[in-house]
């Protein structure tokens, strides 16, 4: 079985209405957070970073990286024929810029609250306990 290892970040924003995450949407299939492949020699946070800046123009200066959070999504996916491993890395970072720029691998993004975001998940279950997960490891008391 091939094995494949990516690496992103959830994003947020704290605002007057409380906290918004940031999904991109993958042209008429799904709402996902930012990610991609690991180079060769690069570690998975460099990854996230670097293609989270691709994907959403939003650079290392406009993160805030949660240095404790860091969670785990895998699955197994069918690719031109072959049973591939997949294993995501996510960590988690706070922006205060709402302004993001989309790659061409995505149709369009969105800030959502809590409740609007993991009904977008909804199809892909492992994403939704991934954004369970950080919202609340964001509101739980040690982290204000």
């Known amino acids: 079985m091939q094995r494949e290892i990516s690496a992103g970040i959830i994003v947020y924003r704290k605002t007057n209405q409380g906290l918004r995450f940031l999904l991109l949407y993958h042209g008429g299939r799904y709402w996902n957070f930012p990610k991609g492949h690991i180079e060769a020699e690069e570690k998975a946070l460099q990854t996230a970073i670097r293609e989270t800046t691709e994907e959403t123009g939003l650079k290392r200066t406009d993160l805030r990286i949660d240095n404790v959070f860091k969670a785990y999504e895998k699955f197994i996916f069918i690719k031109n024929k072959a049973k591939v491993f997949k294993t995501v890395i996510f960590y988690l970072a706070e922006t205060k810029s709402r302004e ?45």
């Open 100 to 144: 993001i720029w989309i790659s061409h691998e995505h149709e369009g993004f969105g800030w959502f609250s809590y409740k609007e975001a993991i009904n977008l998940l909804q199809k892909h279950k492992d994403s939704a306990a991934l954004l369970k997960r950080a919202n609340y490891f964001i509101q739980r008391p040690a982290h204000q």
